[in-house]
């Protein structure tokens, strides 16, 4: 072997070694953030949860998880149930739209909050702004169709230059109030 192929088994070396020595490194100092921020973190997330459910009904009094269904929660003021609220979600134009939706016990949309969206600024995410979120309290399942007519006040509106979006937020909307139907009527 000549010495300048025994410096390059060196060097190979000497860089595998660096490289195993800094990703060793990099390892602790990650766990060590996270050891330190989980709990912070979890915290935070809880208190972004329930500013969330408060938002949607803001005259409840407590919140509870519902057993059995993940992410559902109950509102309810002096005792008396007053909401379900339930994550919905479909596929929009930019790809899919989480939502939060309060349905009243009778059934009717309360309202709702897009959790997360990727529809494109100045078009799609007006789904997120009156007054297109005016138009889904009250409204029953078989009301939350979306339409082009404008005299049409019993259905949805569609937001011009985003259909796709807007019939996304409406059916993602109408699948938690069908949900939380099934679910109050006992899959009836």
Excluded: R
Aim: glycine letters at 8%.
């Amino acid at each position: 072997m000549t010495a300048e192929n025994a410096n390059k088994g060196d060097s190979v070396f000497s860089v595998a070694l660096n490289l195993t020595t800094a990703c060793i490194v990099a390892g602790i100092i990650i766990s060590l953030v996270y050891f330190f921020t989980a709990d912070i973190a979890l915290a935070t997330q809880a208190k972004l949860n329930q500013e969330a459910l408060e938002s949607l009904v803001t005259d409840a009094d407590e919140y509870a998880p519902v057993d059995g269904k993940e992410g559902w929660n109950t509102a309810s003021k002096d005792g008396e149930l007053i909401a379900y609220i339930v994550p919905a979600e479909d596929k929009g134009y930019g790809g899919p739209i989480k939502l939060l939706v309060a349905v009243a016990p009778d059934h009717t949309v309360i309202k709702y909050t897009i959790l997360e969206t990727k529809e494109t600024p100045g078009l799609g995410d007006k789904a997120e702004k009156e007054p297109f979120t005016d138009q889904f309290p009250g409204k029953t399942s078989s009301q939350l169709e979306v339409t082009k007519e404008a005299s049409n006040t019993e259905n949805i509106q569609a937001i011009s230059g985003a259909t796709i979006t807007t019939k996304a937020v409406t059916s993602a909307v109408k699948m938690a109030v069908d949900e939380v139907t099934e679910f109050t009527e006992g899959g009836k």
